[in-house]
C-alpha cells in the first residue's frame, strides 16, 4: 500500500526513531517498503537503513533529486515522505489506512494528499490540537517535518520534488491547500537532525 521515502543525510540519531514507529506499519500490512535516499553519509545512517531492512539509494545530489529518485523507483501505489526525526503517533497506521481507503473509494487517489498534525512532546495533546486547528484555519501551509501522504500518480502529475534548496516546502506548495487534508494523528519532528 505504502513506500515510506527517507532522505538521510548524516542522520543515524534521527533515523532510529523514525524506523522504529513505522514498524507498526511493516506489521499491520500498510508499509510495503521503506526507501533511505542517503546523500552519502559519513556517519552510520545507511547501515541502520539497510540493518532495518530498507531499501538504500545512495547519491550525492541535492535533497529533492534524491527524493525524486526513491519516489521513481518505489513499488507501492501510494508514498509517504517522512524527514529522519519525524515520529508519528500510535494512531498513524488506522490514520493513514482509512486516508488511502477513503481517497480511493470517492475517486479522490489523484486529487489529494495528507499529512499529518504538527505535534510536540513538550505540550499536551488538546493543546496540540487546537494550534494545528488554528493553523490550518489562518491557512499556514504544513511543514515538511509533517510528512506526506500522496498517491504515486498524484505525484507524478505534479512532477514530484524538484531539484531546489526547499523541495519538500516547493512540493507542498504546488499541491496547494485545497488539495492537503489534515490527518487527526499527530507527528512529532526532533529538533536536531
Known sequence: ????????????????????????????????????????????????????????????????????????????????????????????VDETHRFIEEAELRGRAGTCAAVFRAGSATFRPALIEAIALLRAALGARPDPSQGLVIAKTLYDVIGGHRDLENAEQDLIRRLGRRRLVLLRAGAIAATNT
Open 1 to 92: 500500500m505504502l513506500s515510506v521515502v527517507i532522505a538521510t543525510q548524516d542522520s543515524e540519531r534521527a533515523l532510529l526513531p523514525t524506523l522504529a514507529a513505522l514498524v507498526a506499519g511493516a506489521v499491520n500490512g500498510i508499509v510495503r517498503e521503506v526507501i533511505v535516499a542517503d546523500g552519502g553519509s559519513r556517519d552510520g545512517s545507511a547501515t541502520i537503513a539497510e540493518g532495518a531492512g530498507c531499501r538504500v539509494l545512495t547519491s550525492h545530489g541535492a535533497p529533492g533529486a534524491r527524493l525524486k529518485a526513491a519516489a521513481d523507483m518505489a513499488r507501492a501505489p501510494w508514498l509517504m515522505f517522512l524527514r529522519p526525526g519525524t515520529v508519528p503517533d500510535a494512531t498513524w
